[in-house]
């Protein structure tokens, strides 16, 4: 599909009538259990993300920024950290104005033994409080992606076309898409007219052999539309209640106006930046998402000013690097060193340190994502690794540099990549997350 990017300093966000209409609701009950013990203790979309950010941080921005200020979060699984996140850092919309951000945890709303069924259920659920808000355009979102994009820009295609849903997509190689995404075909008005969840074998774009069009998770319904059919589906005692399984199928089947709305249409970036969307669903690709960002020219660019991530954060002191001597000089190269953070007498490379990370004297480490809280002690070597919230490492400790020592311990990927949790190294530290 093709279509324009949106550069925001050639032209302003999408505010209007349509964005101040819409509710956003934002899915973030999942485990995300592809990403190990980083979600032992938390929800996918509460993960540290960036330095200083989680993910969930993402998708609120883009509402803010698009001009939605009337958002509900929906969570279900250990979802402690996130509400205390959300709850710190996302509390200043102002209520006279109908502003917004409140959390709908999973609470047994139909029977004593129903929690979220599916994503459908999650927002059927939740019906009476939707109709309380009176949205003429409900937005769902996915709480566990990393992008920015101007939902303002998905709502006006949603009208013009006069669909009854719209879906966001964004191409993807078929071995990349594979039991991953939902993939759908369109015509030549990009209205869908097939729409399969995470085959195993993706169709590919007519004329683009090894290319798939896939869902983004984010869907447009006009709100009285979607009510019908989320009552429907509820009704329905062989669905599994899931917009992707369930849901967006019967549209199609059923001849309802169903398009599709390419994230090039509405992605923000500027003139040198290619279009950015991670999902951050493995470890690998959590690392090497992290990792890009301390890169020359990354491909996310957290430094816009006109399209900010917001988040909340804890106030810190600058960052410090002490000692100026040969072979114990505190310094970091290519590597992004967030508030708190104290490097002592080391040398840290082609690395992203979160908030209030110390390391001490002698101590080398080499595309490392060291989440917040983490001390590491004299002589440590780290490399290729990820280092969960509220580590602790040991004087002398080497991790990435002897594969198969670190599988007794750690867990490691198959590109070679070290997570180290605090379990792992006999720490008791859930309380952290």
């Given at each position: 599909m093709k279509g324009r990017s949106v550069l925001q300093k050639d032209r302003p966000r999408f505010v209007s009538l349509l964005t101040k209409n819409t509710v956003a609701l934002i899915l973030a009950g999942g485990r995300g259990s592809r990403l190990k013990n980083l979600t032992n203790w938390r929800a996918k979309p509460a993960v540290p993300f960036g330095g200083k950010f989680r993910i969930i941080d993402f998708p609120l921005s883009n509402c803010i920024n698009s001009g939605i200020r009337r958002i509900g979060v929906l969570t279900q699984y250990k979802a402690h950290s996130l509400i205390k996140h959300v709850q710190r850092g996302w509390g200043f919309l102002s209520g006279e104005f109908n502003e917004f951000v409140e959390l709908h945890p999973a609470s047994q709303r139909l029977n004593d033994d129903t929690w979220y069924r599916g994503t459908a259920d999650a927002i059927y659920q939740n019906l009476d409080i939707l109709r309380v808000y009176k949205p003429e355009y409900v937005l769902v979102l996915a709480g566990d992606?990393?992008?920015?994009?101007?939902?303002?820009?998905?709502?006006?295609?949603?009208?013009?076309?006069?669909?009854?849903?719209?879906?966001?997509?964004?191409?993807?190689?078929?071995?990349?898409?594979?039991?991953?995404?939902?993939?759908?075909?369109?015509?030549?008005?990009?209205?869908?007219?097939?729409?399969?969840?995470?085959?195993?074998?993706?169709?590919?774009?007519?004329?683009?052999?090894?290319?798939?069009?896939?869902?983004?998770?984010?869907?447009?319904?006009?709100?009285?539309?979607?009510?019908?059919?989320?009552?429907?589906?509820?009704?329905?005692?062989?669905?599994?209640?899931?917009?992707?399984?369930?849901?967006?199928?019967?549209?199609?089947?059923?001849?309802?106006?169903?398009?599709?709305?390419?994230?090039?249409?509405?992605?923000?970036?500027?003139?040198?930046?290619?279009?950015?969307?991670?999902?951050?669903?493995?470890?690998?690709?959590?690392?090497?998402?992290?990792?890009?960002?301390?890169?020359?020219?990354?491909?996310?660019?957290?430094?816009?000013?006109?399209?900010?991530?917001?988040?909340?954060?804890?106030?810190?002191p600058p960052a410090k690097f002490v000692f100026d001597t040969d072979h114990r000089r505190g310094m970091a190269v290519d590597s992004m060193v967030s508030g708190g953070c104290i490097i002592s007498g080391a040398v840290v490379r082609r690395s992203v340190l979160f908030s209030n990370v110390h390391v001490r004297e002698g101590a080398s480490l080499d595309r490392a994502v060291v989440l917040p809280d983490v001390r590491i002690g004299q002589g440590v070597v780290l490399k290729n690794v990820v280092v969960d919230k509220g580590c602790t490492i040991p004087d002398g400790t080497q991790i990435g540099v002897n594969a198969e020592e670190d599988r007794k311990r750690f867990y490691v990927t198959e590109k070679g990549v070290t997570l180290v949790a605090p379990e792992m190294i006999g720490q008791d530290m859930h309380h952290f997350r």
């Amino acid at each position: 599909m093709k279509g324009r990017s949106v550069l925001q300093k050639d032209r302003p966000r999408f505010v209007s009538l349509l964005t101040k209409n819409t509710v956003a609701l934002i899915l973030a009950g999942g485990r995300g259990s592809r990403l190990k013990n980083l979600t032992n203790w938390r929800a996918k979309p509460a993960v540290p993300f960036g330095g200083k950010f989680r993910i969930i941080d993402f998708p609120l921005s883009n509402c803010i920024n698009s001009g939605i200020r009337r958002i509900g979060v929906l969570t279900q699984y250990k979802a402690h950290s996130l509400i205390k996140h959300v709850q710190r850092g996302w509390g200043f919309l102002s209520g006279e104005f109908n502003e917004f951000v409140e959390l709908h945890p999973a609470s047994q709303r139909l029977n004593d033994d129903t929690w979220y069924r599916g994503t459908a259920d999650a927002i059927y659920q939740n019906l009476d409080i939707l109709r309380v808000y009176k949205p003429e355009y409900v937005l769902v979102l996915a709480g566990d992606h990393v992008y920015k994009m101007d939902y303002g820009e998905m709502l006006a295609s949603h009208v013009r076309s006069g669909a009854d849903m719209t879906v966001a997509c964004i191409e993807m190689a078929v071995a990349e898409a594979a039991g991953a995404f939902g993939v759908m075909t369109v015509d030549d008005d990009h209205r869908v007219t097939d729409f399969t969840e995470k085959p195993a074998e993706p169709t590919a774009m007519p004329g683009k052999p090894g290319v798939a069009l896939c869902s983004m998770g984010i869907y447009i319904f006009n709100a009285a539309f979607l009510y019908e059919q989320l009552i429907y589906d509820a009704d329905d005692a062989k669905s599994e209640h899931d917009f992707g399984k369930n849901v967006i199928p019967h549209l199609i089947r059923s001849g309802y106006r169903v398009f599709a709305h390419s994230f090039n249409d509405s992605c923000v970036h500027g003139v040198d930046e290619p279009p950015y969307w991670r999902d951050v669903g493995t470890v690998d690709a959590y690392w090497e998402a992290n990792l890009d960002l301390a890169s020359i020219l990354p491909d996310l660019n957290l430094y816009d000013r006109d399209w900010p991530i917001w988040t909340y954060q804890e106030q810190l002191p600058p960052a410090k690097f002490v000692f100026d001597t040969d072979h114990r000089r505190g310094m970091a190269v290519d590597s992004m060193v967030s508030g708190g953070c104290i490097i002592s007498g080391a040398v840290v490379r082609r690395s992203v340190l979160f908030s209030n990370v110390h390391v001490r004297e002698g101590a080398s480490l080499d595309r490392a994502v060291v989440l917040p809280d983490v001390r590491i002690g004299q002589g440590v070597v780290l490399k290729n690794v990820v280092v969960d919230k509220g580590c602790t490492i040991p004087d002398g400790t080497q991790i990435g540099v002897n594969a198969e020592e670190d599988r007794k311990r750690f867990y490691v990927t198959e590109k070679g990549v070290t997570l180290v949790a605090p379990e792992m190294i006999g720490q008791d530290m859930h309380h952290f997350r």
